[in-house]
Every structure is written in C-alpha cells, then in structure tokens.
C-alpha cells in the first residue's frame, strides 16, 4: 500500500495540494485526471521523489521502489540504445558484482562466522537476482525496444543520434525493464505510432505492480486503468472505473454539487432579504440577530468546477467544392532508391473522413504531402478538383510563425471572416487562456507553437483539411472539442493520428499505406481492424500447409487401356469446383455491395443529403442493412476457407 497523508505543496503563493490523504493499494491502476496546470504531473513527482513534499509524508512498504517516467526526454548519449536500455539495470547489475564477491568469499573459506554471513547473503542475492530474472536481461530488453517501434539496426545506434521523442520511448524501456514495485507514468504514450501504444497496452496490463498514468489518450486510460484519480483544487477524488464510467459519475456528481450550491445560495438569499427588509424594525431586532448569527454559521459553498463549459471550435463558413476533390493515377513517390509508393490509384470525394493509417515510415505523412502539393510526385498524376481550398496542418508547421507578434495578433493576421470573441474562443478551445494570448510567439514552447499553428489552419476558409497528428500537444477536453468540431465541419476530412477514439469517433473510412501500396477499407479504425483480421485469417487457412497423407496407390488401366480415376475423386473435385465458384460469387457481392456502400456514404457526407433526400431515412437504414450484409459475407469467405484447408 502507498499512501499520501495530510500532504501539501505549493509554488509561491500558488497552494496546489492542501492537506490530502489518499491510498493505492499496490496492485491499483489509476488514471489521473484533471484540469492543465492542477497538478498532476507534480503529484507523480512527488511519489516519485523527484520533488520534496512541503509537509506530510507519503509512505509505502520497505523494499518497494518506485520508478517514475517524465514528460521531458532525458539527457542521453556515448551509450547504444541497448546498453542504454540495460543501464535502468544498475542495481542488479551491482547485486550481480555482490553475488561473485560472495562467491570468491566461500570458495577461500570453507567454515567459520565469515562464511556463514556469506553463504546467508548469497541467498538473499540469488533471489533477489532471481525474482529480477536478471540473466534474461538482454533478451527482454531487445523485446521491449522492438514492441516501442525500435529496429534491430537501431539497438547499436548511440542514442545520442536520435530526437527526444525517441529518447522519451529509450526512456519508458528501461523504466518497463526495470520494473519497479509502482510506476509512475505521464504521458507514456505520446511518442508511440498506434502499434507501439497497443503493445504498451498489453505490457502494462500485464504488469504485477501498482501503476499511476497520466495521459490525454482516453482509450489508453480506459484499457489499462480500472480507477481514476481526479485533481481539483488541491483536493482528490478518487472514482472506480477507467476515464469512460468517470465522466459519467463525474457529472451525476456535478449535478448533485450544483444542485446543493443552488440551494445553499437561494436560502442564503432569502436570509440576507429578511435581514435587509427588516433591519431598522425594533420588533423585529431579535429576528435580525438570529438571521445574522444563521447566516455567519453557513460554510459557504463553492460553485461546482465544470460550470463553464470549455469554448468550441467554429469553422468560418466555406465554398464548397468540387465533388471529386482528389484523384492520383499511377502515384510514384521515391527517394533516392527507396520507393514509398508504387503507381497507387486513389479518388477522394467530397465529404469524406479518412484516416490514414500504416507503421511508422511507411507514407502516412509522405502521403499528405502530395496531397497538400508540398511534396511533387516520381511519376504518375495528382488532380484536384474546383474549389478545392486545402488546409494543412503539420507539426514542422510550427516554424513558419512569425516568432515577434503576440499570439492573438498572428492567429488574427491569418483568421478569415472570424469575429474577435469568435478569435479568442478559437485560442481557449487551443489552451490559450487569459494573459497567454498576450505572450510573444518566440517565448511559447515548441507544443504551444504546434497549436497555435493548428488554430492559423481552422481559422481559415477552408473546405479541405489535410491533419497530421493535430491532437499530439491537446489534453482530453480540447480532443474532445476539437472532435466536435471537425463532426461539424462541412468538407472533407483526412487525419493521421495515433489516438484510437479520435479514429473511431470521426472517419467512416481508412486508407492503409505501406510497401508501395494504399489499400481502402470502409468503417471506422475498429471496424478496419476487425476487417483486417478476417482478411488476413482467410489468406492464412488458405495457405496454410495441408497434413500429410497417404498418397494413393496409381490406379490401374482398364481392359480399354485408359485409366479412370477414382469416383471419390472426381467427386472431391466436383465439390472443389462448386465451392470455388460459390466463393468467386461470395467475393463478387462483397464487391458490390461494399461499392453501393461506399456511394451512399458520399451521398449522405452531403451538408444538404437531408434536404435533397426526401427518402434520407431509408438510404441510411440501408447503409447500416449493407454493413451487416457485408460482415455476413466476410464471415462466410472464413467459412469456405475453414472448409478447404480442413
């Protein structure tokens, strides 16, 4: 068990914990949640004793280490990334040097006090280096750094050669190596590609110590958390469940506090309106005293915090554009002898949410380039439609800001047919508050820069928007609104993203890229995944080998001299035939009915379908009919492949 008691920590006159107490059992996953600037990442600090605390104490069992993962890449360099990794070992690799000294300590004295203290040390070192599976270091070491995205060509690569976010994921493997009794964790999964953060998932599930995680990925936190741990106003509130069930309960008691604090004031009202009418009435002076002493003795609440709703996002209005907005025919896309796509064939139409996803490296980003026009093509042909206004979000983006205006000043300089309160929501909802809006650009951080960036590309008159990792450097309340506004937003929509709920939220179709091609599938992330796995379970029973058999014995000719083949045979062949063609026809619907699928989500993408559709209902019901028949279909190629390797 870990526990905080009567904790509290302030910078300057700031108080960010006041007197808090609270327990984590030492098998807990917590989620810790709260408003920017509310403490979170100090609280990690704290029980990870990276800062003192300024009274109370926090105390956990004797032995237990608690090991702690920073927001900010770590000072790394003159060590592979491997030997990088295995230093996070020191301690056992000390405990190791202690084991032989021990050794060397009985094997010259074989009896007497000394070797009695030795041979008990030894054991407790063994089992120590034992429960550490210390000599198996290597191996999970290098397992650990491929499940984070790292190569094996990488493990020999001086870590100094890297970025900080691929010093951070150096950082998170030695703390997962190590191990410790309690992690704490912020922000682990901001530097991982969709893969790496679905490993991560599972290793941290798997791990038999307490874990604490702060995170602005809400399907991370609903996967590996199992109770949330809200800071507020120097206070805590624990809540069972992952982030989901706490929203919900967070609001029923919001609702509750608000209605408590409603009362409290009308009464409180009603109090001083008696105390004031009757005042200066020597009958009623008694009363007066008695209202004024019940009104001293109220402890006044405070309003509820979630009262002021965060500000939302409003795209200005745009043209619309052309129905087709972009076609590449034949796309080639080379550097140097690396060919990142091959003669790909593709045709986005107007309305669409597309996500675009494949493993790092693979064309994600390369892909928005052509599209954006930044990047030319090898070969091939890129065509754009009318009207087509694209705007274009990446993170190097950041840069092209004039570094000596205020931030108010360059969104403004860039903001089209927006209204200055309509600027300044735009800047609250990009968690710009108060007095930052005054700051220069060139003393923001780079995260800062990145979304002031992102708000210069909403604030413009665009139908088209090109999003690459736009929520990187956003908390979970301005995802969510961010989300919410791009469900709005009346034109096309194509994303690359790493957060799971962002791409099951928003796109209705995914372009998987990687080894030259650009494959489509229809539905969410979720659904491609799911579609994925069948397609690829078919291919394997398909092509998985066929158990041996007794090879038939050569049938003899008959007395005309021909050879007749068994009737089981030809039977079997028969059977061969009808499932092929039965399977060619299953295909052939599959095709079809994922076309007409695919229309009809165009159709509907249209801002005005429900106007010009009289029959909107129906085609709906039928886009949704269309989805199941199609899952059926899938489900019965898996059949006939079952069938034909059975």
């Not at 703390?175 to 901001?190: G, I």
């Not at 990446?394 to 209204?419: C, F, I, P, R, W």
């Not at 791009?486 to 034109?491: I, Q, S, T």
Request: aromatic letters at 6%; charged letters at 30%.
């Amino acid at each position: 068990m870990l526990s905080l008691d009567n904790l509290t920590k302030s910078y300057g006159g700031r108080v960010i914990f006041d007197h808090v107490s609270w327990s984590m059992p030492d098998d807990a996953r917590v989620g810790l949640v709260g408003l920017n600037g509310a403490g979170k990442s100090t609280l990690l600090k704290m029980i990870g004793e990276q800062i003192p605390v300024d009274s109370g104490r926090i105390t956990r069992p004797q032995r237990t280490r608690v090991g702690y993962l920073a927001q900010d890449a770590p000072e790394m360099g003159g060590r592979s990334v491997l030997r990088e990794t295995l230093s996070a070992l020191e301690r056992m690799q000390a405990l190791d040097a202690r084991r032989k000294e021990l050794e060397g300590i009985l094997e010259r004295e074989h009896s007497g006090p000394n070797h009695d203290g030795a041979l008990a040390e030894l054991g407790e070192v063994l089992t120590d280096l034992e429960r550490h599976d210390f000599y198996s270091a290597e191996s999970r070491a290098t397992a650990v750094l491929f499940g984070l995205g790292f190569k094996e060509e990488d493990l020999t690569r001086d870590v100094a050669e890297f970025s900080g976010g691929i010093r951070m994921r150096i950082a998170l493997a030695k703390l997962l190596l190590d191990a410790p009794d309690f992690m704490m964790l912020d922000e682990p999964t901001n530097h991982l590609d969709i893969e790496a953060r679905n490993w991560l998932e599972e290793y941290v599930t798997a791990h038999q110590g307490g874990i604490m995680v702060v995170s602005h990925d809400r399907y991370f936190l609903d996967s590996v958390t199992d109770r949330t741990l809200e800071v507020s106003r120097g206070r805590l509130t624990e809540y069972t469940g992952g982030y989901s069930k706490y929203l919900v309960k967070r609001e029923q008691r919001y609702e509750q506090e608000l209605a408590a604090y409603n009362n409290q004031r009308e009464e409180i009202e009603h109090i001083e309106s008696f105390i004031s009418r009757f005042r200066y009435q020597a009958s009623k002076a008694r009363l007066v005293q008695s209202r004024i002493k019940q009104l001293e003795k109220i402890e006044r609440l405070e309003p509820p915090e979630g009262a002021e709703k965060p500000p939302s996002i409003a795209f200005p209005a745009c043209e619309k554009s052309h129905r087709r907005v972009f076609e590449l025919k034949g796309a080639v896309k080379r550097y140097g002898n690396l060919t990142v796509y091959d003669g790909i064939d593709l045709v986005i139409e107007r309305g669409a949410r597309i996500a675009l996803v494949g493993p790092n490296g693979s064309g994600k980003s390369t892909l928005m380039k052509i599209l954006a026009d930044v990047e030319g093509l090898s070969g091939g042909t890129r065509i754009i439609g009318q009207a087509v206004r694209i705007g274009y979000f990446a993170q190097n983006l950041a840069e092209s800001l004039d570094y000596e205006k205020t931030v108010l000043k360059e969104l403004s300089d860039h903001a089209q047919g927006m209204t200055t309160p309509e600027i300044r929501g735009l800047l609250g909802a990009m968690l710009f508050s108060g007095d930052d809006v005054d700051k220069r650009v060139g003393v923001l951080s780079g995260g800062e820069r990145a979304r002031l960036a992102l708000a210069k590309v909403i604030a413009q008159r665009n139908n088209t928007l090109l999003l690459d990792e736009p929520t990187n450097n956003l908390d979970i309340v301005a995802k969510d609104t961010l989300l919410e506004a791009l469900r709005r937003f009346p034109g096309t929509v194509i994303i690359v993203s790493h957060d799971r709920f962002i791409l099951n939220e928003l796109v209705t179709e995914v372009i998987e890229v990687g080894r030259g091609h650009a494959l489509r599938y229809l539905g969410n992330y979720d659904e491609y995944l799911q579609k994925k796995a069948q397609i690829e379970a078919a291919a394997a029973n398909s092509q998985a080998p066929r158990a041996s058999m007794p090879q038939p014995t050569k049938p003899e000719p008959n007395r005309n001299g021909k050879v007749e083949r068994p009737k089981a045979e030809r039977a079997n062949d028969r059977e061969r035939e009808r499932s092929a063609k039965q399977r060619a026809q299953v295909e052939s619907q599959i095709e079809q009915k994922e076309n007409e699928r695919a229309a009809l989500a165009t159709d509907m993408s249209d801002p005005d379908f429900y106007l010009k559709r009289k029959d909107a209902d129906d085609l709906i019901a039928r886009y949704e009919r269309l989805g199941t028949e199609i899952e059926r279909l899938y489900a019965e190629l898996v059949k006939f492949d079952e069938a034909t390797s059975s």
